[in-house]
C-alpha cells in the first residue's frame, strides 16, 4: 500500500534536491526516502524530545514549494515516526537531512557510478564484393561487469 502525502518545502531545499536528482539519475522521492532512513540511522540514540512539534523558520509565501510524495507504507511509518520521537515536522527533518547529508550522499552515488563506468567495444568484419565492411559497436555502460565479461 501506498500513502499519499506533502511537504511545504523552502525552495532552496528543493533546488538542492532538484539537482541532486539530475545529477545521480534518482528521483526527488527516492533521495528524500534514502536520506532519511540515513538520518535516522545516525540518530537512533537520540533522547525524546519534549515540547511540541517545531517547524522551520518563517519566510516570505513565495519561497516555499509544495511537494507531493507517493510513499510506501513502512517509508511513510517513519517519517511520521520521526516526527513524533524528534519533536520536528517532517518537512523541517527532509530539510535538516538534505543540509546534512545531501553532498555525502550525493558524491557517494557518482563514486559508486563512476567505479563502473566503463567503454564497450565491439567490432567484427566482413568482405562484401571485394571490400572490407566493418562494423563497430560502442557502448559505455555504469554496471558492474559480469563474472564472464571481459573489461
Known amino acids: 500500500m501506498r500513502y499519499q502525502t506533502s511537504f511545504n518545502m523552502h525552495v532552496t531545499t528543493m533546488a538542492k534536491l532538484a539537482n541532486a536528482s539530475k545529477r545521480t539519475g534518482l528521483s526527488i522521492t527516492k533521495l528524500i526516502v534514502q536520506l532519511m532512513y540515513h538520518y535516522a540511522k545516525e540518530h537512533k540514540s537520540t533522547y525524546f524530545a519534549k515540547g511540541t512539534v517545531k ?64 567503454l564497450i567495444r565491439r567490432s567484427a568484419g566482413e568482405r562484401v564484393e571485394g571490400f572490407m565492411k566493418w562494423m563497430f559497436k560502442w557502448r559505455i555502460t555504469t554496471k558492474p561487469p559480469l563474472e564472464n565479461e571481459t573489461p
Open 55 to 118: 517547524y522551520q523558520k518563517r519566510d516570505i509565501l513565495d519561497h516555499w514549494s509544495f511537494f507531493r510524495v507517493s510513499l510506501k507504507e513502512k517509508d511513510y511509518e517513519l517519517f511520521t515516526d520521526m516526527r513524533k520521537v524528534m519533536k520536528k515536522s517532517v518537512s523541517y527533518l527532509i530539510a535538516l537531512a538534505v543540509k546534512k547529508y545531501l553532498d555525502r550522499f550525493v558524491t557517494k552515488i557518482i563514486k559508486k557510478v563512476m567505479k563502473y563506468t566503463r
